[in-house]
């Protein structure tokens, strides 16, 4: 075909760049400049380019088919992490398998095996609980896999990407104080999930720098589900000294929190300030708006397909574990707190 | 293998069912009484069975691929159908191969050129825009598809599964009607689109039919978005004679119609009542939560499924188009109008 005759020399030659200029926008690499790295793609959208190393794979007999295995398909979390990886595939001629476990481990027999024997170029897997068994699968049967773990409960001996959690809890926390909050609770995941307590020893971290003490009464263990964040909130608002500001674990577990806030006829940010973790894209559609730690999902699959499609080329990895920045996302839902003398 | 030993037979007589039980249950055919599907497909789960029609297809050479495409990997919505895709295709051999078009042609072509190259058993299409032209390609190399036709576009000879729009679009009308509202404002999608259409037909009609007047003023088109609800909200709220309710055309819409009338200090429903439509996961999430008009979108997902699985098997369908029926889901975001001389 016409189309497999661009090599990466032309389209540096058309956008008038040096070849590994075309070689880092074709990894998605970040250092180069976006007007670049626009005219490049341009090029190679013209030309009808398609990655020779995808192409060769291809020749060989490549499968055409990346797999991505989620746990479930419940919640907006998984759909940004579906969506960033998808963004990379369209660039390439790959297909995405997508596929859910249910975490039943009947599922992730049948998932394997259908990758297995199905074939694939390699696999992306969303970790529900840690599933180190099945990771030792795909290496037998040389599968390249990329981990998406958002959780932080894999070593740095495998390929995958995760998120900043300590920092994250600590912005959050920091921001409260910063607003005149003393009396700051925490919601989180179960206690067992790192992601959980990196969290948690984000927002300790942040309580001791300012001197105040850690009230185990305000640290709140649950699922990262709304009504985790109901529940919690009614806990929460039943103490002697309940707290002027609410850390969720969630976006969605933040949602509990407004409905509970609500129920008890108390007013976001008036009267209880509310801080989510993940950022999808209901935090910006609800009233008030939610302030949030963004945690890049729809990056961390961009990176982690990134990642793969240089494994299945047999490129080395920069660095087998990465985890991108978590950032503070200041809406509508977080204030000063209400004056003790109202 | 093992597993391909269990047949129909077997399993209708471990479960203590007739044969065509069996058959109706592995068809997702809903005149199966709760008790007795979740007993048989126990036993199909404990057999290990595989439908023997697709056993068959893999066999005969199959791909092991269906491919789903949809506009996008923006909207809960589309995730709805995703999901009901995948509810039926677990229960299978086959994988689901996902692909986004972002309505571009270039994205389209690049897809149709995938599957067609790449092989594939069979496609379900959530369409855009009205694409007859891919619809052709698919027919032209004899893939069997299935169209999720929500925008009630295509014709009674293409297989699809649509909702039935203009019920929806009176039965919001009419709750609204029942509560004692008199200016009902509705915000739909583009005059082109047949679903909106349908539903502002619906709407019309159980005005009529109450002896009231349609007013071209509370009749507002726009983008299925949060923003559309946001700005023609503000627009009602200029008129001379502002709507004490208004029915959005999607949950998303009515997040923006929620914030609008926040931020001009109005409250849902003690000022205005706010009625949905599609009834994805973010109407429980809000406070109050949406009272909307349910679009089955999983369930259409499931359905388009159900249909291609015949196809493939070379089974005649009963129907080439169904429409699954929408239902009003009453929460909290409703109320008697205001009365006048507050």
Same mark, same amino acid.
């Given at each position: 075909m016409n189309r497999r005759r661009s090599?990466?020399?032309?389209? #540096?030659a058309r956008a008038g760049v040096s070849i590994p200029t075309v070689s880092r926008v074709l990894n998605n690499r970040p250092d180069v400049?976006? #007007?670049t790295r626009e005219r490049v793609e341009r090029v190679i959208r013209e030309a009808g380019y398609v990655r020779s190393r995808v192409a060769n794979a291809l020749r060989r007999g490549s499968s055409g088919i990346i797999d991505l295995v989620v746990p479930d398909l419940d919640s907006p979390y998984y759909f940004e992490i579906i969506r960033g990886v998808e963004e990379v595939l369209e660039r390439t001629e790959l297909r995405m398998a997508l596929s859910t476990t249910h975490d039943e481990s009947r599922r992730e027999r049948q998932w394997l095996r259908q990758v297995i024997e199905g074939a694939t170029d390699g696999a992306i897997l969303v970790l529900a609980q840690g599933q180190s068994e099945r990771l030792d699968e795909l290496r037998r049967h040389r599968i390249p896999f990329v981990v998406v773990d958002h959780r932080g409960e894999l070593g740095p001996d495998v390929p995958s990407v995760g998120a900043t959690n300590w920092a994250g809890g600590r912005a959050a926390t920091e921001y409260l104080l910063s607003l005149g909050h003393r009396r700051i609770a925490i919601i989180a995941g179960w206690p067992n999930l790192r992601c959980s307590q990196d969290r948690i020893a984000g927002y300790r971290a942040a309580l001791e720098e300012a001197g105040l003490p850690i009230d185990p009464e305000l640290i709140r263990p649950g699922e990262f589900r709304q009504q985790t964040g109901y529940d919690q909130t009614c806990a929460l608002l039943a103490l002697p000294q309940p707290p002027t500001a609410i850390f969720a674990g969630s976006d969605l577990q933040a949602m509990g929190v407004y409905?509970?806030?609500r129920a008890h006829g108390l007013r976001v940010p008036d009267d209880v300030s509310v801080v989510g973790f993940d950022d999808v894209p209901i935090a910006t559609m609800v009233s008030p708006a939610l302030t949030t730690i963004r945690q890049p999902l729809a990056e961390m699959g961009r990176m982690a397909t990134t990642m793969l499609l240089r494994l299945i080329a047999g490129e080395p990895l920069d660095s087998m574990r990465i985890e991108l920045a978590?950032?503070?996302?200041?809406?509508?839902?977080?204030?000063p707190p209400p004056s003790p003398d109202r």
């Open positions: 090599t990466i020399a032309e389209i #540096a400049a976006p #007007a409905a509970a806030l978590t950032s503070l996302v200041v809406r509508e839902s977080c204030a």
